[in-house]
């Protein structure tokens, strides 16, 4: 009988597929993995201490930089953690903005999970490109309305910085006119393709109640068939006016999870063109004091960001700054399954079944 | 008889035996290395180019006119790079690896026939030959991996065996279907047997021969020892410079070969109308290698076990029933009519479709109106794309407007505006901002402005802060130095800069602005 031993290889923190520094110390038995073991703390900047010395209007270019493929959701959640706390009503206007920059901005984001996943899988970049190039043109109408294209810095206390420019509202409708066509388009390359069905379906299941019990959200959870979405759950801002559905997986696998964020595109476009149509003239911005000194208490805000359920807790104590600022980063929490549903697959899984959670590590590592 | 022999002989009859076979072995070989450099050259260019516009890209176009240049100048970049041997590799093993890689590769191009009496040696066991040679390149490959002491290249080096051992025996038994009918085991024969291209004939072989050797060549959906996302390109991981090139000339020099098989023992070799043999037989390589990029730039990869299930499961069991097939027709039908190429197709089609039914892709039955088919709708996909107008653009020639409120690198500061309230250094979170003012006649006077782009933010709040309109963005959006302290802006930079400010938080500004470039919906050409 042969003896066989084990091989411990290193991925990262430099490597092409841990999207970011992130490091997984894996045991091999041959190509199956025995046992993994996730690292992270290559990124840590110490946003959250840091954000402690600052005014809460400085605060918001830094929550950009948390997940910085989804700014405007971490924007979003921010000033509603403060606006909560302060007590402040937002504008109809600004209300219908946010929503819509906040789905154009899960769009864009779910399109680079995807397109990453599928470099995971091992296609030699075209997917990426393709999804890249309905991401520019997402990152072409952000810069119109602020003027950035990766940290927009778009949200204030109290609404949004500025309103869109008259040429926003057609250049939108052009997209959102197109996109259900790209997303048709994706599913043509890649949902019928055997290679991505035999990569990805039914490798790194995860049941649903280990998923209820890690607390993952976002896609990670629906896909395993939990139909848990803050938008329907504990609606914020306006989203109970607005009709989608919540697509939701059947067997938990990286496939599904694939799938889970397909659909959540086309809902996102049924969202923006129901803002869109809706959209009410005014302000967009409330009357807030130049210098915020928010009440005693402490406030947690939640919503549903294209990884999850992005939180922002805040304490506040009469003085410009936060005496506490704390971020529940969905990447982090769901990342913390990696080990679970990668033990038994081979070296090429891990790689997918990683693409597949979908981790941004400025988040992870804040 | 092939050029090589002829020269020999001709050689004989002036100088002795050991010169007239080593000089002309010597001539062979350069002639025949200079042109497969010159071919390769024209791969990567195609590839390259090609890959490019699969993914909207415009690709490589610098390097002389239209690109031309840039296998150039890839070549020029590898060879003076540094090459690197890893302190815990085996140094011999490790510079001979690459040596052993190529020459296999290099080496069947002694058989192939570039027209019916262009062939360097015309042996009688061509194709047997081959197949003996071009498994070879792996041992190279594996020792490569070996060499590199790295984990990664280890792993490469071992499903390099793998995949050789599952693939080459499919190889093998689909080419014994072409030599049945053409009755010879020499290329030039086998190309003078194909009145209706074998492709034909042996629809089924041909289809398995050539998955078999996408296999051999490691292009995706089989490129496992490579699996950049994986592995990080494996066996060659440790290597760099001239080994690393030739690594790379070894893939493409395999590629030209395999094209080349592929062509003479399906596509009837040099046979065509009108052109010469040898254009001919470049043609349709050339088609072969296009049809290898294009299922390259759209399928991803096979995982090992199911690449090997694939290997066994499925290409094994159809060659062998091709085999077979082939045989009954030989003795029933010795003379191969014409149309034996229907009654051919149709039992292709149909063992495709029975044995796919077999198949469970992640525990599902597929049956055939997905087989194949989600693959073949993605290469008609990334197809069409290839006449879709490229999304990206010539930079620095070619350039984009940013948006009116584009926040762009430098402010744009009005000196006599400005007031000196201070209030942009206070809304600034990263406190960049540094103003000092004095007294003067009706009001404050600036006197040191400094502000560090090195950490700047462009959140843009300094300018919303401002009570008086003297700050703004710009619009520049190009900003490189060399040292950090260069890009801390003083007043006098401040005053003498060019003038170019954003709309942004100003949009009584917008109106006069130049309208943002947007990316153009995407039209198919023409």
């Known amino acids: 009988m042969l003896k066989t031993e084990p091989i411990m290889i290193n991925f990262g923190p430099q490597h092409p597929s841990t999207h970011g520094v992130f490091r997984m110390r894996v045991t091999f038995d041959g190509e199956v ?5 996730p690292i992270f703390g290559y990124l840590h900047r110490g946003i959250e201490k840091l954000c402690e010395s600052k005014t809460y209007t400085q605060i ?35 209300q219908y903005l946010r929503v819509i920059v906040a789905e154009l901005q899960r769009i864009a984001s779910h399109l680079i999970a995807v397109g990453g996943f599928l470099n995971d899988l091992g296609a030699f970049f075209t997917p990426f490109m393709y999804m890249f190039r309905e991401r520019e043109k997402i990152l072409d109408l952000f810069e119109m309305v602020c003027g950035q294209r990766l940290t927009y810095n778009y949200m204030r206390i109290g609404g949004v910085s500025h309103d869109i420019p008259p040429e926003f509202l057609p250049a939108l409708k052009r997209f959102v006119d197109e996109m259900p066509g ?84 086309r809902q996102s476009v049924r969202i923006v063109r129901q803002a869109m149509a809706e959209l009410p003239q005014g302000e967009v911005r409330a009357k807030v004091p130049a210098t915020l000194r928010p009440p005693q208490g402490e406030v947690y805000a939640r919503i549903e960001s ?31 399954l990696l080990r679970d549903l990668c033990i038994g697959w081979k070296l090429a899984d891990a790689i997918a079944i990683l693409g597949s959670i979908d981790i941004v590590l400025a988040e992870v590592d804040r | ?99 052993i890689a ?33 498994s070879l390149g792996v041992i190279g490959v594996f020792m490569a991996g070996w060499a590199s002491g790295n984990k990664y290249s280890l792993v490469s080096a071992l499903r390099t065996v793998a995949q050789l051992i599952s693939y080459e025996i499919p190889l093998m038994l689909s080419i014994a279907g072409v030599l049945i009918i053409s009755g010879s085991l020499s290329m030039v024969s086998i190309v003078e047997a194909q009145s209706i291209p074998f492709i034909l004939l042996q629809p089924l072989g041909f289809l398995i021969f050539f998955v078999a050797a996408t296999a051999e060549l490691n292009r995706t959906p089989f490129d496992l020892l490579e699996a950049e996302s994986e592995i990080v390109a494996g066996y060659h991981t440790e290597y760099s410079g001239m080994k690393f090139s030739l690594f790379y000339l070894a893939e493409y020099t395999h590629a030209f070969a395999i094209s080349a098989i592929v062509a003479t023992l399906f596509l009837s070799g040099w046979k065509g109308p009108f052109l010469p043999p040898a254009l001919w037989l470049m043609i349709k390589v050339f088609l072969v290698f296009i049809v290898l990029f294009w299922a390259r730039s759209t399928l991803p990869r096979l995982r090992v076990d199911q690449l090997m299930g694939f290997a066994w499961k499925g290409l094994f069991p159809l060659a062998l029933l091709n085999l077979f097939i082939t045989a009954a027709e030989a003795i029933i039908w010795p003379g191969f009519p014409w149309q034996l190429l229907i009654l051919n197709l149709l039992i292709a089609a149909l063992l495709i479709v029975l044995w796919s039914g077999l198949f469970r892709v992640a525990g599902e039955r597929v049956s055939f109106h997905r087989y194949g088919r989600g693959i073949a709708k993605g290469m008609a996909l990334t ?53 000092e003012t004095k007294k003067g006649d009706k009001g404050l006077i600036v006197e040191t402005l400094e502000i560090d782009f090195g950490r700047c933010l462009f959140c843009g709040l300094c300018v919303e802060a401002c009570p008086v309109a003297a700050l703004f963005m710009s619009r520049d959006y190009e900003q490189a130095s060399y040292f950090r302290e260069s890009l801390v802006v003083k007043k006098e930079q401040f005053i003498a800069a060019e003038k170019r400010p954003s709309a942004y938080a100003y949009p009584d500004l917008e109106a006069e602005m130049p309208p943002q470039t947007l990316l153009a919906p995407p039209k198919e050409k023409g």
């Open chain 1, 182 to 265: 790209y997303i048709d388009e994706y599913d043509q390359l890649l949902a019928e393709n055997e290679i991505v069905l035999a990569r990805s379906k039914g490798v790194g299941v995860l049941p649903a109640d280990l998923a209820i019990n890690a607390s993952a959200s976002g896609p990670v959870l629906r896909g395993s068939g939990v139909r848990w979405d803050i938008r329907r759950a504990d609606p914020y801002s306006i989203y109970d006016r607005f009709e989608f559905e919540i697509p939701v997986g059947k067997m938990g696998d990286t496939y599904d999870r694939y799938w889970v964020r397909i659909q959540e595109m």
């Open chain 2, 383 to 435: 197809f069409r794309h290839l006449f879709r107008r490229p999304i990206t653009v010539q930079y620095p020639e070619q350039r984009l407007t940013p948006a009116p409120r584009f926040r762009g690198n430098l402010l744009v500061w009005d000196e006599e505006r400005c007031n000196g309230c201070r209030a942009c250094a206070r809304a600034c979170p990263v406190s960049i901002i540094d103003i």
């Open chain 2, 1 to 99: 008889m092939g050029v090589l022999e002829q020269f020999q002989h001709w050689l004989l009859g002036y100088w002795p035996s050991w010169a007239a076979y080593l000089v002309p072995a010597i001539v062979a070989f350069l002639v025949l290395s200079s042109f497969i450099l010159l071919v390769v050259m024209a791969f990567i260019y195609i590839e390259r180019r090609g890959v490019g516009r699969f993914q909207v890209r415009l690709g490589p176009n610098r390097a002389g006119p239209l690109g031309i240049l840039q296998p150039v100048a890839d070549a020029i970049k590898v060879l003076v790079k540094e090459d690197i041997i890893p302190s815990r590799g085996d140094r011999r093993i490790h510079w001979l690896a690459p040596i």
């Open chain 1, 60 to 94: 918001i270019p830094y929550t950009d930089r948390l997940d910085y493929l989804a700014s405007m959701s971490n924007n979003f959640a921010y000033v509603m953690a403060v606006e909560k706390l302060a007590g402040i009503e937002i504008p109809e206007r600004a």
């Open chain 1, 33 to 37: 993995i025995v046992d993994l073991e």
């Open chain 2, 102 to 134: 190529f020459m296999p590769a290099l080496a069947i191009f002694a058989v192939i026939p570039f027209g019916p009496r262009a062939i360097f040696t015309d042996i009688n066991i061509g194709i047997l030959y081959i197949i003996a040679i071009s």
């Open chain 1, 306 to 336: 294209p990884r999850g359920e992005l939180g922002f807790y805040l304490v506040g104590d009469d003085s410009p700054h936060p005496y506490r600022f704390k971020v529940r980063a969905p990447s982090l929490i769901n990342l913390t």
